[in-house]
């Protein structure tokens, strides 16, 4: 089990950046693939990006890739999402989640999750 806590949101304009932040308590923390999804208002939990335990693959939905890029650091049981480009359709509250399998973007494939942080993207 990984607790996590993103932090990073906020309001910003069309165009501009943001960089998300989960830090995750726990002894295993390396050991865990780490995911990002997002949930705007009225509208399903979706599939953001993912992270191997090495942090040596990453997987970006086609929504945003290109212009988000996921990083980790083990050592601070941190990890990352630098976020580029914004768009108003990339308002939404980010959820950090942790695994065990690198290979699926189900929700299910994910057994802990931040509280999420609000980022919004005005135009």
Not at 63 to 78: E, Q
Not at 98 to 110: D, K
Request: hydrophobic content about 35%; overall charge positive.
């Amino acid at each position: 089990q990984v607790q996590l806590v993103e932090s990073g949101g906020g309001l910003v304009q069309a165009g501009g950046s943001l960089r998300l932040s989960c830090a995750a308590s726990g002894r295993t923390f390396s050991s865990y693939v780490m995911g990002w999804f997002r949930q705007a208002p009225g509208k399903e939990r979706e599939f953001v990006a993912a992270i191997s335990w090495s942090g040596g693959s990453t997987y970006y939905a086609d929504s945003v890739k290109g212009r988000f890029t996921m990083s980790r650091d083990n050592a601070k049981n941190t990890v990352y999402l630098r976020m580029n480009s914004l768009k108003p359709e990339d308002t939404a509250v980010y959820y950090c989640a942790a695994g065990l399998i690198f290979g699926s973007t189900a929700l299910g494939a994910f057994s802990s999750w931040g509280q999420g942080t609000q980022v919004t993207v005005s135009s």
